[in-house]
């Protein structure tokens, strides 16, 4: 079973890239990470509209090949990010104790820009446009 998600939230540790052996003997790059996502609501009780901090909720992601390793280069801890992926459920057994794990793997992630936590975005230049090349 999977279910589509849309999680939003902070980094919580610094990214870890790994290569992995398929059975085939070819070579993937799998990025990963996890988030905090923390519930906020509403409290009105000072008189005044501000939002306190609830439960947060830890998830564990995973980003397969296409561009784990520029991403690895770019992705810090406590970057607010959502990201958007399919949940998938396992358990392991320790000490005779199932534990039951939830992970994402990630399709999509997105800086969330609107956020005091973000000082400045840096680009490189853009790539030169072979037609900006041509004679006509």
């Not at 090949?65 to 992926?85: F, N, Y």
Request: glycine content about 8%; hydrophobic content about 30%; charged content about 30%.
């Amino acid at each position: 079973m999977s279910i589509d998600l849309k999680i939003r939230g902070n980094l919580g540790q610094n990214i870890t890239l790994k290569k992995i052996q398929r059975s085939g003997g070819e070579e993937v790059t799998v990025l990963n990470f996890s988030i905090a996502s923390t519930e906020y609501r509403p409290d009105n009780s000072s008189g005044e509209r501000r939002y306190v901090a609830g439960h947060t909720e830890w998830v564990e992601c995973e980003y397969w090949e296409r561009r784990a390793e520029h991403l690895a280069s770019i992705l810090v801890k406590g970057l607010p990010v959502t990201i958007t992926g399919r949940e998938s459920i396992g358990s392991y057994e320790k000490d005779g104790v199932v534990h039951r794990t939830r992970k994402i793997r990630v399709e999509d992630i997105y800086l969330n820009l609107d956020s005091t936590r973000i000082e400045s975005v840096t680009l490189r230049p853009p790539r030169p446009n072979e037609a900006d090349d041509a004679p006509f």
